[in-house]
């Protein structure tokens, strides 16, 4: 929240200091001359010396002291750095002249610059009442206090009652409701002010991610995944970004675009794990060459690359070619357990009953796969008895 501390603070610099000729006539004689000196030696940076000069006219003075007084000694604490004391003047003032619409703002800058931000924020949205002509921006500098301190409710009402005002929007204050309106559990209605924005102005990424971040919290899905893939189209996006859409593509059934996404993702310069990956999703989707071609780029294969090509062969019904990729595996590694169980169950679908006997028999005392062969020999021993 950075640039909403900038913009209280550019409050306080406006709001603090008064030139003299404003309170010459109007103010009793005591304080008029108290607030001339003051501002003196303000002007020559002797913050100290001009609190004192207030601080010995409030101990003496028989006068109804006025609302200046307050505020100059506020703005002479803060020139000198006292942060507690600056906040205990204006709140003091505030307290004597609570329709003093400087001592009500001044008091919510320094209540937001010390971190009390429901209090500021309390006192932000009564500086909206009291300023003439209305300035929008109190509202959205109440709703920043409310929101920095974690009372997202109430800065989703300020900032609800703000976007709905009838004057130019700015962008700050847009995006401030709808993150209130998401931490408040309004996601309908932090939907709708993101959908607007949208139509004005497409190509904007944040908002895109926002919109996704609404239909999550909605548990819509699918409209998630197709606002953060437009998000991440717009702006370069890291590979956990694109792994994590990759995710939400393959929890709504998408196999292909999650393949996309992680092609994307990892490049050209990707390793074997994360082609097999890809190979994978393409396999899902039904695009089996698409598969074997992601596992293509390794020239040198090895027994995970064979393997994996099998497997992807297998399951698209190309025996053939899955039992001649498993034995150029075999070769490498000849007692590989996975490797003559996929070539068992090659040859258990063209029915070469033999050749699946062989090679169910190599698994037989294998512990992984030992309980599946022993199933599949007495299958066999049952069918070569069905013969007789």
Not at 19 to 33: G, H, N, T, Y
Not at 83 to 95: D, I, Q, W
Request: hydrophobic share 45%; proline share 3%; charged share 25%.
């Amino acid at each position: 929240m950075k640039t909403i501390r900038i913009l209280l603070l550019s409050c306080v610099l406006s709001t603090f200091i008064f030139p003299a000729m404003v309170f010459a006539e109007k103010l009793p004689p005591e304080a008029r001359q108290a607030l001339f000196k003051t501002q003196v030696l303000l002007k020559e940076k002797k913050a100290l010396e001009a609190a004192r000069i207030l601080d010995q006219y409030l101990e003496v003075t028989t006068e109804i002291a006025p609302a200046e007084v307050y505020i100059m000694l506020g703005s002479a604490r803060h020139q000198a750095g006292d942060k507690k004391r600056t906040l205990k003047a204006f709140l003091l003032g505030h307290e004597r002249y609570p329709q003093n619409e400087q001592l009500c703002l001044n008091s919510a800058v320094v209540l937001y610059e010390q971190e009390q931000y429901f209090e500021a924020g309390k006192l932000f949205e009564k500086a909206f009442t009291l300023v003439v002509p209305s300035k929008p921006e109190l509202l959205y500098q109440a709703g920043a206090a409310y929101y920095s301190g974690e009372d997202y409710k109430r800065a989703a009402q300020v900032m609800g009652t703000l976007v709905a005002m009838p004057v130019e929007q700015k962008k700050d204050w847009t995006r401030l409701a709808i993150h209130s309106f998401i931490e408040a559990g309004l996601l309908e209605r932090a939907q709708k002010v993101l959908m607007t924005l949208l139509k004005k102005d497409p190509g904007d990424a944040a908002c895109w991610k926002l919109l996704a971040k609404v239909h999550l919290g909605r548990e819509q899905y699918a409209q998630a995944a197709g606002a953060l893939g437009v998000s991440y189209r717009l702006e370069k996006s890291s590979v956990t970004e694109m792994e994590r859409l990759a995710r939400l593509y393959v929890y709504v059934d998408s196999p292909l675009k999650a393949a996309t996404a992680l092609e994307r993702a990892y490049g050209t310069n990707r390793t074997l794990e994360q082609a097999m990956r890809i190979a994978s999703l393409y396999a899902s989707a039904g695009r089996i060459d698409n598969a074997l071609e992601a596992l293509d780029q390794f020239p040198h294969e090895s027994m995970k690359l064979l393997l994996e090509k099998a497997k992807i062969l297998y399951l698209a019904r190309r025996f053939d070619e899955a039992s001649a990729v498993l034995s150029a595996s075999l070769k490498l590694s000849p007692g590989n357990g996975e490797a003559h169980f996929y070539s068992a169950l090659c040859a258990w679908e063209q029915e070469h009953w033999k050749a699946a006997r062989q090679e169910f028999n190599c698994i037989a005392k294998n512990k992984i796969f030992q309980n599946r062969a022993s199933n599949a020999l007495a299958a066999l021993d049952d069918l070569e008895n069905a013969k007789f």
